[in-house]
């Protein structure tokens, strides 16, 4: 029995949960035939968890909430609040509600073709294309990999912790979240925040890049103020950080060697086979910078079995995030003026990285020319 379940559904909540299925019941003639029976397990489980859900103040009054538990979730309020007031993130209702959960919140999967770098993209409404697709349901996910596989794709299939309905609905606090670690939490949140406050429709990766760098600054400006420049807490934060930039290094040269490969007049038989040797290559290479890292979230990478999607997923979220804090540097570290900035991006309708690239070019030129 779940120590926390659904109490009598208000009429407000009622009205909230048809909100959820109405959207979801709206998706599949948005997207045709193809996406109906997809958008419809979305629906049903998005239903469920909105109906599921336990306003917060509702389960701290809970005589078996465990302290941990309690402080954690007045803690999420604190990261919310924090990221609401002080970074310029979207004031939304998200994480006053409680949902009770056992498994990853979300499976996500990543495809790419097997003779090159590309990534398969799935397409809907409102947030264009996307490169990777998510299920509730494990079951679901593995449907997905083998019709992948059966059109000679590589595949990845990743546990998520947590989502964002990008500010379409309020998202919840998953009681998974509550076994995370302080620094974890805190840029779990953040992250998600940032994607509810900017999203750019097609830009899959830009997306995931950018609430990557939100994530990891906005952690560390929220952790120094509040255990202190000294703290554990704030130690371990930028231990993560460290280890995300050493892996994106990894990830980066491991991207352009196989790209480097794969642009060679080879045979599609060649590449496959030759693609192999590259694969255990690149393994080793890992095993020599394995030490440097400072936490475990890498250390066991080694024992993946390597193919293109998952070089793709994970670049997904850490390629040339050293440009946000370029740009982050060049707005005096102030988050607020980088939300507006890319506010501002979003208004302009061009491709966030090609507005970036060129701002941040003409901003180094009127430097380089400026008076000492």
Sequence with gaps: MERFPGTVFSEKRQKHLLKVTLLFILFPLLTGCGNLLYLSHLGWHQSFITFQSVP???VLQREDLGDGEREKILYIQEVKRFGEERLGL???KSYTKFYELNRPTLYIITASEKDRLHPYYWRFPMIGEVTYKGFFTIKGVMREKLALEQKGLDTYVQGVAAYSTLGWLNDPIFST?????LPTLTNMILHEMAHGTLYFKGETDFNEQLAT????QGTIEFLKERFGAHSQELGLAKDYQHDDLLFSDWIEEAYQLLSGFYAQPLSREEKLEGREEIFRSLQNSFREIKDRFRTDCYRDFDQKRLNNAVIL???RYLHRIDRFEVLYE???REMKKL???FEEVKRSGEKPDLYLERWLKERRATSLFSPQ
Excluded at 177 to 181: Q, S, T
Excluded at 213 to 216: M, V, Y
Aim: glycine share 8%; aromatic share 16%.
């Design 213 to 216: 760098f939100i994530g990891n």
């Design 56 to 58: 917060v103040k509702e």
């Design 330 to 332: 060049f707005l005096g």
């Design 313 to 315: 997923a994970h670049r």
């Design 177 to 181: 979240m509550l076994n995370w670690d």
């Design 90 to 92: 979207k004031r939304s």
């Design 339 to 341: 939300i507006q900035f």
